[in-house]
């Protein structure tokens, strides 16, 4: 199949909001990352995304919309007062929420489970496509399944070319992390997947909220996780990453004979480190996180996928510390490395 790739006028989005409803899939950029599209009322063109991703079909899918009022179709009970609040504060933008169901959503885009996970995007192309289809739009991460989600078209070229018709580009994703997932069938809001929405302003919003323990350590044996995203290890890198924690002094003196030591035994590694500490690592290959969270969270995908392409077979990144966006952060940098993580 050939892949086109457009910029998105005018004339690009209704050729790809024929091609969603004609069952086809379309990827196209969010704030947060770029998205694979599908019909998500139908079906099969729900199972082409699962063929294209080669995703397990047990990891369910976010429906996305462009308006709240394609909301209640979609869940089988009215919102509640804080699902209601949350909506005003955080959309549109990058906040999904689970609800119960509707039976109007095939099972398969919630892979079965009787709850439906729904996000009003603020990209202007992800809600001009939205409306043009005239449909809610199932769109994972437009990434092959366990590689680093695209925050750019050439990304998604990379993973996608000869298996969908369509990407249009719309440049980089502002965020650069994929959306905060909220459980919204708990007593109170239980964050499954951190992101741009960060827990502190949940809980402003909200009154209160919770993080799921899996979020920030590996599943435990025979563990029935709430997000089957949990399971998979994701966002991996072909290198093999560890993550060192701890006084920057000391992280940069351990990262550094690590590296001496990989060398020495004949490796090609890398390092990552915060803009400020880069100098400490003398001549050594290393590569910028950026200053603080939001440029790393707006990096880190890119840098997973540049270590790829240096050929780096070892890599060690610092940490920063797991709160506000930098929770979200570590959980994706966390899961790269399979929570291999170094307290020195
Ligand atoms: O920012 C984003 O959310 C991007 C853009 C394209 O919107 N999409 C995205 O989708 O990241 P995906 O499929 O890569 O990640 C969705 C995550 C998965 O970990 C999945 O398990 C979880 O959300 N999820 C989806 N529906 C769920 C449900 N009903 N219950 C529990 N977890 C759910
Ligand atoms: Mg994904």
Not at 150 to 166: N, Q
Request: aromatic share 4%; net charge negative; with cysteine.
């Amino acid at each position: 199949m050939f892949t086109e790739v457009l910029m998105p006028s005018d004339d690009a989005i209704r050729e790809a909001a024929a091609l969603i409803r004609a069952g086809q899939l379309v990827a196209f950029p969010t704030e947060t990352v770029y998205g694979l599209g599908a019909n998500a009322l139908d079906p099969e063109a729900v199972a082409r995304i699962f063929a294209a991703k080669n995703r397990p079909g047990d990891n369910p899918l976010i429906a996305h919309i462009s308006d709240v009022s394609q909301l209640r179709p979609l869940i089988d009970c009215e919102p509640g007062p804080v699902a209601r609040r949350m909506m005003d504060a955080f959309w549109p933008g990058p906040l999904t929420m689970i609800f119960p169901r509707a039976k109007l959503v095939p099972a398969n885009l919630s892979a079965g489970l009787d709850t439906v996970s729904v996000r009003l995007p603020s990209h202007p192309v992800a809600r001009a496509l939205i409306s043009a289809a005239g449909v809610p739009i199932a769109a994972p991460s437009a990434n092959r399944s366990g590689r680093p989600s695209p925050t750019s078209a050439a990304h998604v070229f990379e993973d996608m070319k000869g298996r969908i018709p369509l990407i249009l580009d719309g440049g980089d994703c502002a965020v650069g992390l994929e959306s905060t997932v909220v459980d919204m069938t708990c007593d109170v809001p239980r964050i499954l997947r951190p992101g741009g929405i960060t827990a502190e302003m949940i809980a402003e919003v909200a009154g209160g909220s919770e993080v799921d323990p899996a979020v920030m350590r590996p599943l435990q044996e025979g563990e029935q996780p709430r997000s089957p995203g949990m399971k998979y290890r994701h966002y991996a890198p072909r290198g093999e990453l560890t993550i060192v924690e701890g006084d920057p002094a000391n992280v940069a003196e351990a990262i550094s004979e690590m590296y001496d030591c990989a060398l020495a035994d004949g490796h090609h590694p890398l390092i990552l480190a915060l803009d400020g500490h880069l100098a400490a690592y003398g001549g050594r290959r290393a590569e910028s996180l950026g200053g603080d969270e939001a440029e790393m969270a707006h990096r880190i995908f890119a840098l997973l996928r540049d270590a790829d392409a240096l050929g780096a077979d070892v890599l060690f990144s610092e940490a920063v510390e797991a709160r506000g966006l930098g929770l979200a952060v570590m959980n994706r940098l966390g899961r790269a490395a399979a929570f291999h993580i170094l307290k020195v």
